[in-house]
């Protein structure tokens, strides 16, 4: 399989990995502005995209999602929580759906928290075991810190969600994933997240300072650092663009 981290504007991570073999590949988290840029190391790759997913509906940045779906001929892809919300058709993603892309698999994980419809994906390269390799984890566990449960409001029922998609769903994963998250330090949607865009989850377990264990401890440590946190820029605008009838520029 390969794997390309693709730094994006505003500290954003995104994704394209995929199987060179059987030429299938799957995008995460592309910003509007870098879709020619997914399509040419797609080509340089010879790979086909298959599947455009973005981890939530972002209020950070304009997704480019939908607009590389359609400019690839790949389905776009989104947690089923979004169906009747957005005005447009897109393939709704489920908790344990699996993807494939080649030899490569794609396990969805419903990690409610940061927003309701935040998911992480589960990667397995096929060709090498049939263990998961990789978690892509959006905004729900970042290198050296968690998402921010406040965006969109009702904060301490989503700071209570974040614990338990944490604790009760990726903390009990093998320790040796390997965490790529959706954004690195400078982010506005988690507080002290590290400059080192990847890291095993064994790591973090030791030594990420908001995997706190104690539940209302947890909660009351993800608020207070959350609350500290700017609002994204034009963060209306942002989510009224990501889920706009018209594809954004
Ligand atoms: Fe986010």
Redesign the pocket.
């Known amino acids: 399989m390969f794997l390309i981290q693709h730094p994006s504007p505003l500290s954003s991570l995104a994704y394209l990995f995929g199987c060179t073999g059987k030429r299938a590949a799957i995008v995460v988290d592309v910003h509007a502005g870098d879709e020619e840029a997914f399509l040419a190391m797609a080509r340089e790759k010879d790979v086909e995209i298959r599947y455009v997913i973005d981890t ?1 509906i ?3 940045h304009v997704s480019g999602g939908r607009r590389l779906a359609q400019l690839a001929g790949a389905h776009y892809a989104l947690h089923e929580s979004n169906a009747g919300a957005v005005p447009w058709d897109f393939m709704a993603l489920r908790d344990g759906q699996v993807l494939e892309a080649g030899n490569v698999s794609v396990q969805v994980l419903h990690t409610p928290g ?2 309701d419809d935040s998911i992480s994906l589960l990667v397995t390269d096929r060709s090498r075991c049939d263990e998961p390799w990789f978690l892509v984890t ?2 729900t566990l970042f290198v050296g810190a968690v ?1 921010r449960p406040d ?1 969109k409001g009702r904060e301490r029922e989503m700071a209570e969600k974040m614990y338990d998609s944490l604790f009760g769903t990726l903390l009990s994963l093998p320790d040796h994933l390997e965490i790529l998250p ?1 954004a690195q330090a400078g982010s506005v ?1 988690g507080g002290g997240i590290s400059g080192k865009p990847v890291s095993t989850l064994a790591f973090e377990k030791r030594y990420n300072k908001g995997l706190i264990r104690d539940r209302a401890a947890f909660v009351e440590a993800i608020l207070e650092t959350a609350l500290a946190l700017p609002q994204p820029e034009a963060m209306r605008e942002i989510i009224a663009a990501n889920i706009a009838a018209e594809i954004p520029a």
């Open positions: 939530h972002h209020a950070d940061h927003t959006g905004h998402g965006l959706g949607c």
